[in-house]
């Protein structure tokens, strides 16, 4: 059973494209169309998640929001309640991920702003915003391409960047960075591998600290393997950066006013509108009950590799903070254990069966 609500078409802005090559993104036995760009659309990945629904006869169960799911020891099974339904399972896999829903950080004064204050999960288009002075909080890859976006809409945006974020080209030399850091390490240690990321990253696009934007310590795929914070790569948004028409804001917001924003290195600057690119969260402690599986934040106590598996039937993908391919090693070993539980049942009935056909 899927409880499913398709952000999708709703809450996606209108220029997004995979950051990655679509063979890295597509789902098991089903391949993203082979006539599809490289790096498809929002619309065209969309069509091929629909287009595997119907091919594999999955029927979603669209606009219901799971209140709370919980082990029924009376019953021996998991009951999940909507606000229409109620569902029964011996499994209950939650595959909600580390980005469930919006994060908006307190800020002091935000409630009193004369403007439009938007998380970029409502985002939509630069359109809305043109001519204006935009401020962005916050600086990973929804930060760096909303800001592009504004930046081709005419408007003004100044970008907060507080903290230390790795920014890497999409492609070098034509090849995703993605791919080849993924074929590397099939041959080399992480630590090899992420010095020839930080290599290419200087020679491609230069010393961001110069631009206000300085590196973690951390190399990008140890932080990644380790935070779940990930590199941002860049599709233009650093060209704008240096030309000046992205305003990097190194130090963060110490209050916002009436009509803009008092930074903490004692700057203020007015502002027509403020987008929050402030990231997403884990929302499993708001309606998962009864289970000590999860911590406060929402993420497996035991790490990766075996964060896949609780008690009860309960199985988790998607929180092993290592993106799409701790995703698909989470539900391979889901499928799999699964499946074995099956088979197991199967061959016990039918040994049951036979001892019962031998004392008649």
């Known amino acids: 059973m899927i409880v499913w609500l398709l952000y999708g078409k709703q809450r996606t802005y209108d220029r997004l494209k995979l950051h990655l090559p679509k063979q890295f993104c597509e789902l098991p036995l089903f391949g993203i169309p082979e006539n599809f760009p490289k790096y498809p659309t929002k619309h065209q990945f969309i069509s091929y998640i629909e287009a595997y629904a119907n091919h594999f006869s999955i029927k979603p169960i669209f606009k219901q929001v799971v209140e709370k799911a919980e082990f029924d020891k009376s019953i021996g099974l ?3 309640e909507t606000r229409d339904f109620k569902y029964f399972s011996r499994r209950l896999i939650v595959a909600t991920g580390e980005n ?5 950080p307190e800020i002091a004064g935000i409630e009193r702003f004369d403007g439009p ?9 630069g359109w809305n915003f043109g001519n204006q002075r935009v401020l962005v909080v916050g600086c990973g890859n929804s930060g760096m391409e909303v800001s592009l976006d504004l930046c081709r809409h005419n408007a003004s945006p100044h970008m907060v960047v507080r ?6 080209p999409r492609e070098v030399f034509g090849f995703s960075t993605f791919g080849i850091a993924m ?3 099939k041959w080399l240690p992480l630590g090899l591998v992420d010095k020839f990321l930080l290599l290419v990253a200087n020679f491609t696009l230069g010393n961001t600290d110069r631009l206000g934007i300085r590196r973690p310590k951390t190399s990008p795929i140890e932080l990644k393997n380790t935070t779940g914070k ?8 650093l060209f ?3 030309r000046g028409k992205i305003k990097v804001m190194m130090d963060g917001v110490r209050e916002i006013t009436k009509s803009g924003a008092k930074f903490i290195d004692g700057q203020e600057k007015e502002f027509d509108s403020i987008i929050l690119a402030t990231g997403y969260k884990s929302n499993v402690p708001v309606w998962l009950k009864g289970s000590d599986f999860f911590t406060e934040e929402g993420l497996p106590k035991t790490p990766f590799p075996n964060s896949w598996k609780g008690e009860k039937g309960l199985y988790t993908v998607g929180f092993t903070r290592r993106g799409i391919l701790g995703t698909a090693s989470d539900s391979v070993k889901i499928a799999t254990d699964i499946a074995d539980h099956w088979r197991t049942i ?15």
């Open 163 to 168: 903290n230390t974020v790795h920014i890497l």
């Open 240 to 242: 704008q950066i240096k």
């Open 230 to 237: 990930t590199p941002v790569l860049d599709v233009g948004a």
């Open 183 to 185: 074929a590397l390490l």
């Open 100 to 104: 469930a829903e919006s994060m908006r």
């Open 346 to 360: 199967k061959d016990t009935k039918k040994i049951s069966n036979s001892q019962i056909a031998l004392q008649r």
């Open 117 to 125: 204050v938007v998380h970029t999960s409502r985002y939509k288009s």
């Open 78 to 80: 998991w009951r999940v």
